[in-house]
C-alpha cells in the first residue's frame, strides 16, 4: 500500500476544537517564509487533485480553507511566487524549496474569501484534522494504477474519511447554490 | 417531498437479470418513435443533470446506457432531432412530443460506444433497476432550494440508492483511467 499521506496513513489525530491557530513555514534551511494564521482551519480535507501540494511520496494533499483576514505573510515575503495566475486558486510558493504556503482566489468563485493551506508546515499541535477525502479517481490521472484504487478508498474509510470524485456534498451543494444565484434561479 | 422519479419514490422493482431487451416509443399519440434495444441497461441510475431527458414533475432523470450496436431505430425515425450537436451526448428526441429516445456519443469520449437510454419508454418488465443517484447537488443549479437536499439524499439512501455529485466511483475511475491513458502515463 503506497503512502496516502503521513498525517493518514497510521490513522488520525483529532484536532483541538479550541486551537486558534499557528505559524506555517516553508522548507527552507533559513530565510523561511513564514504564514501566520490567527485561527484553525475549517474544511480539511484529503484532496487527489493535481494541483495541490503534497509532500514527496504521498498520493494526496491535504488541505484546509481560512478566512483570508486571518491570514498574514509574517517573515519573507519576497522568497512568494504565483505559480498559476490563471488558475482558479493563486498558489504562493516558496522559490526556493516549492513549498506552497497558500492557495487565494481572486475572481468570482464560490470560495472566494477563503484562502487554502496545509497546516503539515507547522509544528503547531490542534489543527482541525482531516474530515474526508476529495478527488479521489483523479490520482489515477495522474499514473496511479487504477487496480489499486479499492485499496485507497478502503484505506480511507479504514481510518474513517469519507471518500468523493468531487467535493463532500455540503461543499458541491454551496457551489451548486452560488452557481443557481448567479444565474437568477427563482428560489434562491 | 417532491418527486425523485416516479420508479424511485414508491421504491425500486428490481430487474430481471435474464431480460433481454426490448421496445421503448416516444409519446406521441400516434406515429410513435420505435427504439429496438437487443439487451437489458447497464449503469442505469437517477441523474441529476439538467440534460437528460425527465417526466414532469421528477427532479431526477433515469437512465442507462448499452452498446451502440444493440440499439436501432425500427419506426418513424423521421421524426427524431438532435437536441444539441455540440454536446457530448447527443439527444436524439421526437420532434413532437420532446421525448429524448436515445442520446449518443460521436466524439472521443470515455463512455463513446455506449448509447443513453430511459428504460420508463418501455412497457416491458424486466430492465435493470437504478443503480445509484448521480450529479445529485446539480438540482440546485436548476432551481430546486438547497435546503431540501438533506431530504433528497435521504430518499435515496431510504430506497437503497447510494448518492454522488458526479458518477459513481467505478464511472469517474473509468473516465480518469481514459484520461490517463489519452495522455500517455507509464503505468497504463
Redesign the interface.
Known amino acids: 500500500m503506497p503512502s496516502l499521506h503521513p498525517s493518514i496513513d497510521n490513522g488520525i489525530t483529532k484536532g483541538d476544537p479550541n486551537f486558534s491557530g499557528g505559524k506555517l513555514y516553508c522548507r527552507c534551511a533559513d530565510n523561511k517564509v513564514e504564514v501566520t494564521l490567527s485561527a484553525n482551519v475549517l474544511h480539511n480535507h484529503a484532496c487527489g487533485c493535481s494541483k495541490c501540494w503534497k509532500p514527496r511520496g504521498a498520493l494526496f494533499s491535504v488541505v484546509g480553507v481560512i478566512p483570508v483576514d486571518k491570514l498574514s505573510v509574517t517573515a519573507n515575503a519576497q522568497k512568494l511566487r504565483i505559480i498559476d495566475s490563471s488558475a482558479a486558486i493563486q498558489r504562493n510558493a516558496c522559490k526556493e524549496c516549492g513549498v506552497h504556503l497558500f492557495g487565494r482566489i481572486v475572481n468570482d468563485h464560490p470560495f472566494k474569501g477563503l484562502d487554502f493551506v496545509h497546516t503539515e508546515l507547522s509544528s503547531e499541535r490542534g489543527w482541525q484534522e482531516p474530515q474526508f477525502a476529495a478527488f479521489?479517481?483523479?490520482?489515477?490521472?495522474?499514473?496511479?494504477?487504477?487496480k489499486g484504487?479499492d485499496d485507497v478508498?478502503g484505506k480511507f474509510r479504514e481510518v474513517g474519511l469519507q471518500?468523493?470524485?468531487?467535493?463532500s456534498?455540503p461543499l458541491?451543494?454551496a457551489?451548486?447554490?452560488y452557481?443557481?444565484q448567479k444565474?437568477g434561479?427563482?428560489?434562491?
Chains 1, 2 share one sequence.
Open positions: 479521489v479517481s483523479s490520482i489515477i490521472e495522474q499514473g496511479f494504477d487504477p484504487m478508498r471518500t468523493y470524485d468531487v467535493l456534498p458541491m451543494d457551489i451548486a447554490t452557481t443557481a444565474s434561479k427563482p428560489h434562491l
